[in-house]
């Protein structure tokens, strides 16, 4: 299965064109659902899995964006989603997959919601930084307003993401809530995009300010998943 | 006067300072040991651990809580402003409404939260706060091929019954929630039981509810635009 994955990583990585892109998907699909088959579950257990849906998530939302009319002037957009998409793909590479079954305790359909829909809000993150790098570089305003969109969309996946957590928690733990690191940071993040929603109140003076902070954001997105996980003691460390 | 404060209280600039705030408390207090597993902060209700713990501890969560009650009255005062106003969108202000309701579940569990961890044999018992008595009938587990639990559960006797519990399953007795945490089948069979209590669940979940309504109202009116 591993030559999938290392496929899509190397065909990301080469997507200057659309169909490469949709192609180094379709092998990110394939090797996620051959894991999903092989478990008989969402692989989403352990750094090379979590990784390989990080990447797998980043292509599947970016689709849309790179199919858009706004982005068509933006000649390196493809690539960049690609890029993206493929260095979280190579990153899985050396890490080992964990085959064993899920832990009584995840081992239900809130906790594969709760995580899915995480990994689709950070996709979504990680184009919306893309799209205030194209803005911040001349890509004009469409790449703002696809920005808005693909954040406002990751806030909405991402909210959902934490009220299935809680539910997952309230069922599995005895609380919604806990006072860890993880939970900390989720919620730093999604303050975070809370805040960056209610600032394109400010008009078009912040129109800078706007895609600087749809950038900033991913680099909270990836501090909250790989940072915490490295870094700090959690019950959602890998 | 009034109106400078009210003024002030429905201020955008007002809201994004103390989401900032919560943001970098929130932040420094990731790094605490307070808000490590073993930092006490998960074994009692917040408001207990807040008036227990020294400030040298728990400053950046009180620091947290004084910004989250403000942007609690913000929040409030801009919803009421705005809908007093027609023509505007009532779906931003659903998501403030969910948003509050969660801040309010979150106080009515700092506030009567509780938690209690116990470790016990088959054919022990523990007690509610009433008299009542809840017996541990079997314990029963099944080890998966790694040498791991691969499920447990454990059958509970209570005035009304018997009851199992196992993982994700609870069993809610009493406004209680009686959860089985783990399982040892040798040499006795003996289960790791608590029992929790968090009476801001129903309004949290009320509350994401309503947000999400919010949520997905404006998404709907986003697309295209």
């Keep these: ?42 692989p989403l257990i352990g750094p090379q899995d979590t990784l390989a849906f990080f990447s797998g998530s980043l292509g599947l939302m970016g689709l849309p964006f790179i199919y858009s009319r706004q982005t068509r002037g933006i000649r390196w957009f493809c690539w960049g989603c690609g890029a993206l998409a493929g260095l979280f793909a190579a990153l899985a590479l050396p890490f080992p997959t964990i085959n ?29 930084a893309l799209l205030g790098v194209a803005f911040l570089q001349g890509g004009g305003k469409p790449a703002l307003d696809l920005q808005y969109r693909a954040a406002l969309v990751g806030y909405s996946f991402f909210s959902l993401s934490m009220v299935s957590g809680g539910i997952w928690g ?42 600087w902070l749809g950038i900033v954001g991913f680099l909270v997105t990836l501090f909250t998943y790989l940072g915490v996980s490295m870094l700090m003691r959690s019950s959602h460390s890998f | 006067m009034l109106k400078a404060i009210y003024s002030r209280l429905t201020s955008l600039n007002l809201g994004l300072w103390l989401m900032t705030g919560v943001m970098v408390t929130l932040a ?21 651990w807040l008036q227990r713990a020294p400030l040298g501890y728990s400053w950046w969560l009180w620091l947290c809580v004084a910004c989250i009650v403000v942007l609690f009255v913000n929040a409030l005062v801009c919803s009421i402003d705005a809908l007093r106003r027609k023509g505007r969108s009532v779906a931003p202000h659903l998501m403030h409404a969910g948003f509050l309701l969660i801040v309010l ?97 129903l309004t949290a979940f009320i509350g994401a509810l309503i947000f999400t309504v919010g949520n997905l109202m404006l998404l709907a009116q986003r697309k295209g635009r």
């Design chain 1, 1 to 42: 299965m591993k030559p999938l994955l290392i496929t899509s990583a190397l065909l990301y990585v080469a997507s200057i064109r659309r169909p490469i892109f949709v192609a180094a998907l379709g092998c990110s699909l394939a090797y996620l659902a051959s894991r999903g088959m092989g478990l008989g579950r969402l």
């Design chain 1, 100 to 128: 064993m079954p899920l832990p009584p305790i995840l081992d239900t359909y809130w906790f594969e919601l709760h995580v899915a829909l995480a990994f689709f809000a950070y996709g979504l993150f990680g184009i919306a």
């Design chain 1, 170 to 211: 309230y069922y599995a733990w005895g609380t919604y809530w806990l006072w860890t690191a993880k939970e900390l940071w989720t919620s730093i993040l999604w303050i975070f995009y809370s805040l960056y929603l209610h600032l394109r109140l400010k008009g078009q003076a912040w129109e800078r300010g706007f895609a």
């Design chain 2, 28 to 48: 420094l207090g990731s790094f605490s040991s307070a808000s490590s597993e073993q930092g006490g902060l998960n074994d009692m209700p917040l408001l207990f």
């Design chain 2, 105 to 201: 579940a979150h106080l009515l569990s700092a506030y009567g939260g509780f938690k209690q961890q116990m470790q016990l044999p088959q054919g022990d018992s523990f007690g509610f706060p009433d008299g009542e008595r809840v017996v541990v009938e079997k314990i029963t587990g099944q080890v998966g091929p790694m040498g791991m639990m691969s499920g447990y559960r454990a059958e509970l006797r209570l005035s009304d019954g018997l009851h199992a519990v196992q993982p994700n399953q609870p069993l809610f007795h009493k406004g209680y929630g009686i959860y089985v945490k783990d399982v040892a089948l040798s040499p006795v069979p003996v289960a790791l039981f608590e029992v929790h209590k968090e009476p801001g669940a």
